[in-house]
């Protein structure tokens, strides 16, 4: 009920892990974490919409999720020698971590003490500025502009097997909400004023993440897999190949309305959100 966001912390400070610039978010997160990396390091970090994995337990009841490795190693003669010495090393990284991640060989040695220091600092500052902030830091905004570009590849997909066109109406009327909700979040509030965006903002998380990031919703885990937004309504795509009066294609057709019923109805509950939360805050 008070769960503002999930801050994963793996494996920080590891050796040679200079490069924060591909850390995972979300896109309703990226915009602190990048704010954040910035100013302790001054690099730039890149969007890259966070993976389910095994260390994302609460998207079906839609808790913003910021990173999973947070670190990660670059090209390095030090770090390619290390693997060459090892018969099971191989040179070979693992999503960007070194050869030794998930080893027996994964040992104290392989930290080195100042990255650690900078990366939970980092790590520290994020949950400090959620923690902290009158108005909580998630850009819902950037969460909708993602589900409405997917709206539109997934239409494209389906090339007019499914109509999407109510779905897309209802993503840009939420957009319009949301950037009211974004002027609003930055102007002076009361204390009684920011706990009511603050449960606004939240609200939203509970409503359009499940929906942006998972098939089962929150009494079912998916399968620890890159989802792209709208896994729900990406069959769509097949729907052109099968012919128009099999059984699949019937079967498949029920599957993506109720689908899309449940973004429709996410959408629709999260500008009713705003709207309330507006007109009580002013």
Not at 90 to 113: F, M, N, Q, V, Y
Not at 153 to 164: P, Q, T, Y
Request: glycine share 8%.
């Amino acid at each position: 009920d008070h769960c503002v966001a999930h801050v994963n912390i793996d494996g920080p400070g590891a050796l040679n892990a200079t490069v924060l610039t591909n850390a995972p978010t979300m896109a309703e997160s990226y915009p602190l974490a990048r704010e954040v990396i910035q100013a302790l390091s001054g690099q730039e970090l890149e969007y890259r919409r966070i993976g389910r994995m095994g260390d994302q337990s609460f998207w079906g009841v839609g808790i913003p999720a910021f990173f999973c490795g947070l670190s990660s190693q670059g090209p390095s003669p030090e770090s390619d020698a290390l693997a060459a010495g090892r018969s099971h090393g191989s040179g070979r990284r693992r999503g960007g971590t070194a050869w030794w991640w998930h080893t027996t060989e994964d040992t104290i040695d392989k930290l080195d003490p100042e990255l650690l220091a900078r990366d939970c600092r980092i790590l520290l500052a994020v949950v400090y500025r959620l923690v902290t902030d009158p108005v909580v830091a998630l850009d819902q905004t950037a969460a909708v502009r993602e589900i409405q570009q997917s709206l539109g590849e997934i239409a494209a997909a389906a090339g007019g097997a499914l109509d999407l066109s109510t779905v897309a109406a209802d993503a840009e009327e939420l957009l319009a909400a949301t950037r009211r909700l974004e002027e609003r979040r930055g102007q002076p509030v009361s204390d009684e004023q920011a706990h009511q965006l603050n449960a606004c903002l939240m609200r939203l998380s509970r409503l359009l993440i499940p929906v942006n990031y998972t098939s089962n919703g929150p009494f079912e885990q998916d399968l620890a897999l890159q989802y792209p937004a709208l896994p729900g309504l990406r069959p769509a795509a097949d729907l052109a190949a099968l012919p128009p009066d099999s059984q699949e294609r019937r079967l498949l057709e029920v599957k993506l309305r109720r689908e899309r019923n449940r973004v429709r109805h996410a959408l629709r509950e999260a500008r009713a959100a705003i709207e309330q939360t507006l007109a009580a805050t002013g």
